[in-house]
């Protein structure tokens, strides 16, 4: 087996275990991000909101909505490496897969995209809730996605390296 193969099942087990990680548990891990936007749009978007009136043809709960769908991708990319690799470093699991023969980069990799994976989950999860408050006008869904994949890879790294250095 050739070290690329080796290399690509390690990150595909560790993208893999992140995954089923917030899979299994989807009602603590999406299900709240939707509904606490759910609420922000209520509260800023709808009774704020109607306070705040038109700006330049715009009303407020759209020009907040990409703000919001953003946080919950920021909040849930980032907190997803810095809880599995805390833990993991907590109850000392870690220590197993340091010690297999790969090179950092694949476990930095693969807790990364197990990061992107959910910020990207929860960000299109919010999206759809945020149809139910507003029209929401996207003008490129690929720019769209690529922001939430990049923004995600930033978060998620921050978290990596949070967790890395936590006590």
């Known amino acids: 087996m050739s070290r690329a193969a080796v290399y690509r099942v ?29 609420l922000y749009f209520v509260i800023f978007g709808k009774l704020i909101g109607a306070q705040i009136g038109d700006m330049e043809g715009y009303r407020y709960i ?4 990409p703000g919001l769908i953003l946080m919950s991708v920021i909040s849930n990319s980032y907190a997803n490496v810095v809880s599995s690799f805390y833990s993991s470093k907590f109850q000392h699991n870690i220590e197993e897969l340091l010690i297999a023969p790969l090179p950092n980069f694949i476990i930095l990799a693969g807790y990364v995209a197990g990061g992107v994976a959910r910020g990207v989950v929860v960000g ?20 769209t996605l690529l922001v939430f994949v990049l923004t995600s890879i930033l978060f998620a790294t921050a978290g990596f390296i949070n967790a890395v250095y936590a006590n």
Not at 18 to 32: C, D, K, S, Y
Not at 62 to 65: L, R, W
Not at 125 to 139: A, C, G, M, R
């Open 124 to 143: 299109i999860t919010v999206t759809l809730v945020s149809l139910l408050f507003t029209d929401l006008e996207v003008h490129s869904y690929a720019i």
């Open 62 to 65: 759209d020009f907040i909505v």
């Open 10 to 38: 390690a990150f595909q087990t560790i993208l893999t275990k992140e995954i089923l990680r917030f899979v299994r548990i989807w009602v603590q891990t999406v299900l709240p991000p939707a509904i606490t936007m759910a």
